[in-house]
């Protein structure tokens, strides 16, 4: 399985990003960089939301809306700029997997990628529908069904984190810190290939609760 930086690296993540860029007004190297940080940090997110029952039923409702098609359709929905429809689809996933941890999150992308906050917010509304239709088509074709399924689901599209030095590095600096079992260590070891947790944490490091 591909990993989601292969993606961003391939045709259609260019597509992605320049899409993105157009939308959002910025660079498309700034827009690039800052979704080799999100994406990682919202799947691993949706991963430790997998893990209870509720959880799972609501990701994977929200997978089954949408089995990839945004993704044969990316040149309709930049078309004349994404449609509201979608970014509140994207608003609604965003408070899904982020919850109250939402605004701390996306300011820490800001500081950590240079883009002022109210465009990483209106980036990531345009990711979130995108990356669902990744899962959804990435889901259906392996015929995912229930947790286990869509927690390796999403380790696999991780993995590919750690194929990038760069994104490593970017990832490493934000999740540096003293590793207290919290969701952000869960992304840490995924991510970055499988690194240890101790040092772990930091800029994000209990904004998903950790005990």
């Keep these: 399985m591909s990993g989601i930086l292969d993606l961003l690296n391939g045709p259609i993540g260019q597509q992605i990003i320049s899409g993105v860029s157009?939308?959002?007004?910025?660079?498309?190297?700034?827009?690039?960089?800052?979704?080799?940080?999100a994406l990682p940090v919202l799947m691993g997110a949706m991963k430790k939301q997998v893990t209870t029952q509720d959880g799972n039923d609501s990701l994977l409702g929200a997978i089954?809306?949408?089995?990839?098609?945004?993704?044969?359709?990316?040149e309709g929905?930049?078309?004349?700029?994404?449609?509201?429809?979608?970014?509140?689809?994207?608003?609604?996933?965003?408070s899904q997997v982020l919850g109250g941890n939402r605004s701390s999150v996306e300011n820490a992308l800001s500081q950590k990628s240079g883009?002022?906050?109210?465009?990483?917010?209106?980036?990531?509304k345009v990711a979130g529908p995108i990356l669902m239709g990744v899962l959804g088509k990435e889901s259906t074709q392996r015929g995912v069904t229930d947790a286990n399924?869509?927690?390796?689901?999403?380790?696999?599209?991780?993995?590919?984190?750690?194929?990038?030095?760069?994104?490593?590095?970017?990832?490493?600096?934000?999740?540096?810190?003293?590793?207290?079992?919290?969701?952000?260590?869960?992304?840490?070891?995924?991510a970055l290939g499988g690194k240890k947790k101790g040092g772990l944490g930091g800029l994000l490091g209990g904004l998903f609760g950790g005990k």
Excluded at 77 to 94: H, K
Aim: hydrophobic share 35%.
């Design 115 to 124: 883009i002022d906050i109210g465009s990483v917010g209106n980036i990531l």
């Design 149 to 190: 399924g869509i927690g390796n689901l999403l380790g696999g599209l991780m993995g590919g984190a750690s194929q990038n030095s760069g994104a490593s590095s970017i990832l490493t600096s934000i999740l540096d810190a003293d590793g207290d079992g919290s969701i952000i260590d869960d992304v840490a070891n995924i």
């Design 64 to 74: 089954n809306q949408d089995q990839g098609g945004i993704l044969d359709n990316l």
């Design 22 to 37: 157009q939308q959002s007004g910025q660079s498309a190297d700034k827009t690039s960089g800052l979704l080799q940080m």
């Design 77 to 94: 929905l930049f078309s004349g700029g994404v449609s509201q429809d979608v970014q509140n689809q994207g608003d609604n996933i965003l």
